[in-house]
């Protein structure tokens, strides 16, 4: 699903609750992170969740791959793999996500006190395609 | 107790009303704490102990007022209250000035409910001194292994580290029972009263404790602000930590003497606004008595515990039953953020994490979990909704 998609589809939704719903939902449609995968070094920072972020490379074309053990922020990360996944390094450095979660209306998830994990991962897929 | 003298529950939070469970992290303020600190900010601020003129004079009283307040409010001497930022300096201090005179081989006995700032100071130390950290059991039901801290406990011990509420737990922990057999051993006795002294009556004279350190954050006044009682005759034989104004009696380029303390370990401007309001903030608690608190946070408790048990899959870390302040827990099958961030739309506020206190949650077999943890001003009806929307969250989760 493309993020112009998932946008779309959160505009429908006018409670909260079907919004989270929604995000749960996106979360368990994400393709399966590898358990080979969950080691320390693609572990993201968080103190309250776990999160992994893996990447390749195909030519100038990042593929992100991540997973928390928290289905909100599994759902959150649904929608960062939307917006960055399968995109070049020009196209991904003009990714606004605040913009994006501004107009999801989950833009208080990206607030760096939160410090789910969640934040970190944006910042680590800047560091990745600096 | 009145919500009504604490104004941030006139806020909505999403639309709904504030159910504040997070006083453990740290607690709302009342309006009289806010309206002091505006007061001396707009009418009598100066610094303290320098200026030869009116206003540093009122201040200086002020500040010095607020010192007989903590001391009054805990049954100590002015001279064994030092003003600090907060508990975490109050317990660095100790480690820092006390702690410097151990020798390699000495030994300092913690519980292994402290909170990371009653552990990390001494790690620090550790690895500097050569001293050696030993940590007491806590048992499954959440309290002091009593006979385990008597096996630790050796005339090598030179300081007891205990919490006097675990913050993770939120049981009592014996403080008084372990004063007594660490003095017997020959040790000096530091106690975390960050959590303790916001629910229980505090007698330093009656615990007999050698340190006591707390913030004033979490007992209804400012950041930035708490105290370490600390006996002047120990003090006053110690080096200072930190220099600068206000510590030293006599300068020159090659020498300095130092005060007495407190002033011995207040170097620099101190929180002179912060300690007014602290002060302020316990004159409020002891007007509305700390006993009445105390019976009001039972029943509180109480319900908190009744409507939890009443959730499926709910499970304490240690035994419910002791909990006195919080209850630190995990619903079965579901993550305690998912949990909290559903509530957080809800407008209730709990922590989620390990809550600073990374090897005991660790201990109860758990990386994370929620807690809740009550102050003066929860009431029934905020228990009745945490717990409707506990239920809710659990809904939309599964």
């Known amino acids: 699903m493309t993020i112009e998609e998932i946008i779309e589809n959160f505009s429908y939704l006018d409670d909260w609750e079907d919004k989270y719903r929604y995000l749960i939902e996106l979360g368990e449609g994400l393709s399966p992170f590898p358990d080979a995968l969950k080691v320390d070094a693609n ?72 410090r789910n994990g969640f934040f970190a991962m944006v910042e680590k897929i800047k560091s990745i395609t600096l | 107790m009145n919500k009504k003298d604490f104004p941030i529950f006139n806020e909505k939070i999403y639309g709904n009303p504030l159910i504040f469970l997070d006083s453990a992290a740290s607690a709302q303020k009342p309006d009289v704490v806010l309206n002091a600190m505006e007061k001396i900010a707009r009418t009598y601020y100066a610094n303290v102990h320098r200026g030869a003129y009116y206003l540093s004079e009122m201040s200086t009283i002020a500040y010095e007022d607020a010192r007989k307040t903590v001391a009054h409010f805990i049954g100590a001497r002015e001279k064994d209250i030092i003003f600090v930022r907060g508990a975490t300096e109050g317990l660095n201090l100790i480690a820092q000035t006390y702690g410097r005179t151990l020798k390699e081989g000495d030994e300092v006995l913690l519980t292994e409910a402290e909170h990371h700032s009653n552990l990390v100071p001494w790690q620090l130390l550790a690895s500097e001194k050569g001293i050696i950290v030993k940590f007491a059991e806590v048992t499954e039901e959440g309290t002091l292994n009593i006979d385990d801290f008597k096996s630790k406990l050796s005339d090598k011990t030179k300081l007891v580290g205990i919490t006097h509420i675990s913050n993770v737990l939120g049981t009592l ?64 034989t110690l080096q200072p930590w930190q220099g600068g104004g206000d510590m030293v009696k006599t300068v020159t380029f090659e020498k300095s003497t130092f005060a007495e303390t407190p002033a011995r370990f207040e170097a620099g401007t101190p929180a002179i606004i912060e300690a007014i309001g602290f002060a302020e903030a316990l004159r409020y608690l002891e007007k509305a008595d700390i006993e009445e608190i105390e019976k009001h946070e ?26 006195k302040s919080l209850v630190s827990f995990n619903i079965e099958g579901l993550h305690p953020q998912d949990v909290a961030m559903l509530l957080d739309k809800q407008g209730v506020a709990v922590r989620v994490g390990h809550h600073c206190a990374e090897p005991v949650t660790e201990k109860y077999g758990v990386s994370s979990s929620i807690r809740a943890s009550i102050g003066l001003y929860n009431d029934l009806e905020d228990i009745a909704a945490f717990i409707k929307a506990l239920e809710k969250s659990k809904a939309i989760l599964v």
């Open chain 1, 43 to 114: 572990k993201v920072d968080g103190c309250m969740s776990q999160v992994w972020l893996s990447f390749s490379k195909e030519g100038n074309v990042y593929h992100f791959m991540a997973d928390s053990d928290a289905l909100i922020v599994k759902g959150l990360i649904a929608i960062i793999l939307a917006a960055y996944s399968g995109k070049t390094i020009q196209e991904i450095q003009h990714v606004n996500i605040e913009e994006i979660f501004k107009k999801l209306g989950l833009d208080m998830n990206l607030s760096p006190t939160r």
């Open chain 2, 173 to 236: 922990f014996p403080i008084k029972e372990v004063t007594r057999l660490a003095h017997e051993a020959g040790a000096l006795v530091l106690i975390d009263g960050c959590q303790g002294i916001v629910h229980e009556k505090v007698d330093v004279s009656e615990i007999g404790c050698d340190f006591y350190a707390a913030s004033g954050h979490k007992l209804y006044g400012p950041t930035g602000i708490g105290f370490l009682y600390a006996k002047a005759e120990l003090m006053n």
């Open chain 2, 298 to 323: 039972e029943k509180i408790m109480n319900a908190l515990k009744d409507g939890l048990w009443s959730i499926k899959g709910v499970k304490p870390l240690g035994d419910m039953s002791l909990k």
